[in-house]
């Protein structure tokens, strides 16, 4: 693939001498495109010292592309280059401000920088655009991020629109049955832990120190004790190092 990206770049850029408009004129944008592509390649494979190479030439050639000033932002990040990589979101989004992509990256690299509102902000811009392909996830990491500034009714909100586009997402039903226990709607969240365990049951996925202590929480609410116990076995079997492991503890006391 990286073959095949350097050769259209070099067909790109050589051109037809025939041809009346400059191969600049007519070319750089898809000149810039390929460039961004092969970045993208590079970085995909750990190669961000040639990522950034391609990026810059994609900049170069248009100082519009916001796929590129993306691309840098999202190398930086990697090469623990905090402020260099948000200036190229920002940049990002200049360019082109109503990208959902554009807008959920900077917010997913807020989110991991712990400035849980403005990640909000711009998470929630994401979600806008009814045509973006991860919206579903958008939703979710919208209502995770909710959820750390304590925003209940919002993040239920974000989980369950997640849901709405795509009902086998298990994070979100895990989480949207953790917000409802706190919220004492023990019959809807019970609803959704099913569906999660049932996810875990066909083996589409394991079960995590939360999902265990949200199993410990939901069963002694129905007044399941075995149930309840169980779920705490498995909890201290598989997470004994963990938080929820911890709160189960001191739960039994």
Known sequence: ?????????????????????????????????????????????????????????????????????????????????????????????????????????YGAFLFSLERYSQACKELARATEDPFYNQRSQAFENLGRCYLLIERLDAAEHA????????????????????????????????????QFRAMVDDKRVQHSAQSLWLGVQISRLQNLGVNAATYGLILKNMFPESEEYRQYKESTL
């Open 1 to 105: 693939m990286k073959g095949y990206l350097i050769i259209l770049i070099s067909l790109i850029i050589s051109g037809c001498a025939s041809q009346e408009v400059t191969t600049s004129e007519q070319n750089a944008p898809q000149a810039s495109q390929a460039y961004s592509s092969l970045g993208m390649q590079y970085l995909s494979s750990g190669d961000t010292a040639n990522a950034k190479v391609a990026f810059q030439r994609a900049i170069a050639i248009n100082s519009d592309g916001a796929e590129a000033y993306n691309g840098l932002a999202m190398v930086f990040q990697i090469e623990d280059e905090p402020e260099l990589a948000e200036s190229y979101f920002q940049k990002a989004i200049s360019a082109e401000p109503d990208s959902a992509m554009m807008h959920n990256n």
């Open 159 to 194: 989980f369950k629109r997640s849901l709405k586009l795509n009902p086998n997402r298990p994070t979100a039903l895990l989480q949207l049955s953790d917000v409802l226990i706190q919220k004492d709607e023990l019959e809807a969240s019970v609803s959704y832990f099913e």
